[in-house]
Structure formats: C-alpha cells, structure tokens
C-alpha cells in the first residue's frame, strides 16, 4: 500500500487490556465488519462491550487487501453439491444467503457514505473445459427445475458466446450480478468508526511479540 492508512501500525494502549468481553482476530473483511456491527447493533442504553482487535501484522494486510475488489456470490456453481449435502430448501438458503451480500454492502456503503469506489456490476463465468462446463450447467439448470429464484442469472446463448465475450474456445457462459470495492478504504472506513467508538486495535501484534 503507497498511501498507508493512520491505522495500518495503531496500537490504541501499548499493552493489551487486562479483561475483553471480546476480541477479533484479524483486521480485514470479517474482522471490521464484526466490530462495527458489534457498536452499531448495542442498544444506546447499554454501555458497549469491551472489544480488542488483534492484527498479526497492518491493518488490512492480508487477503482483504489483496483480493482486487472483487465482490461475487456463489448463486449456482455449488447449488447441485449443496442441494446433494443439505437438501434442496437448505441449497437455495445458502445461494440467496450469497445474493444478499451484494445489497446488504450496498446499503451498508450507502448509510455510511464510505468511499470506497463501490459499483455493482455483472459477473461473468466461462467455461473451457467440457466437464467443468458441463457440471455448472447441470447446476444451473438443477436450482431451476428445484423452483430457485434465478431471475438474476442469465445464461449466454452457446452461438453468441464468442460475439459477447471475445474470447475464444469458451463452451460455456453465465452472468449474474457482482460488486466491485476498493477493500482498504472500506474496512479502515470501518475501523475509524470502531476506534472511535473505544475499540482496542492492537496492529502489528505479532511483529512486536516476536521482536
């Protein structure tokens, strides 16, 4: 990162705390989401638990920061193996489960105003391989026959493949919709609110142990 956020080496006390009600491992996606929602969820009533926040390394330095930005639910390459392990019900579950994540991170960039180059957008799978493209229509179309909600997945016509995507020997193509965010911004956006709010963020945990 050329342009470090304030917090990628804060240590909020130079000792842990002596008691947490709750500590988070890990300062990307899971972690400073679970904290911000953690403050926002505690009724104003009620003083807030106390939360410490260990980062092994900077804040948002591991797959969080790495992965591109890219936002895509699984809405059906993995509804046949589901369906097989949990039933159908519990299948379709986990695929909308998956769907919502892109509105709920919509709503949530929203209320915050956070800027962090968020955009929905279409994801699209190809496919060279005949087996892998075979067993992602047959789980395509099994949500289908099994009454899913599919009205967001497209599937692209087989002789308008090469016309679309512009690329070549591909057998098979489906779109469906996806997100695109700049991770860094979002997760310190995050854990600003989560500081403030009396958050022990100890960065860089791991590096000053082994020191």
Not at 8 to 23: E, F, G, K, Y
Not at 60 to 66: E, V
């Amino acid at each position: 990162m050329s342009n470090p956020d304030k917090l990628a080496h804060h240590r909020s006390t130079n000792d842990l705390p002596l008691h947490s009600d709750i500590v988070i491992i890990g300062s990307g996606y899971a972690g400073s989401s679970c904290a911000y929602y953690i403050y926002k969820d505690q009724p104003q009533n009620q003083t807030p638990p106390i939360v410490t926040m260990l980062e092994a390394r900077e804040t948002c330095s591991g797959a969080s920061g790495r992965n591109g930005g890219h936002l895509k639910p699984d809405v059906y390459a993995s509804y046949s193996r589901y369906s097989d392990m949990y039933g159908r019900k519990n299948a379709e579950t986990l695929m909308q489960f998956e769907a919502n994540h892109i509105e709920a991170m919509s709503e949530l960039v929203s209320e915050e105003n956070i800027q962090c180059d968020w955009q929905i957008t279409r994801a699209c799978d190809l496919y060279a391989d005949s087996q892998q493209a075979a067993q992602a229509k047959a789980s395509y179309l099994q949500r289908c026959a099994d009454g899913g909600d599919v009205s967001d997945i497209c599937e692209i016509p087989s002789h308008e493949l090469l016309s679309i995507v512009r690329v070549k020997n591909m057998l098979y193509g489906i779109t469906f919709t996806a997100a695109s965010i700049h991770p860094y911004k979002l997760v310190h956006h995050l854990l600003h609110k989560c500081v403030e709010r009396g958050m022990n963020l100890q960065g860089c945990y791991l590096v000053k142990m082994s020191r």
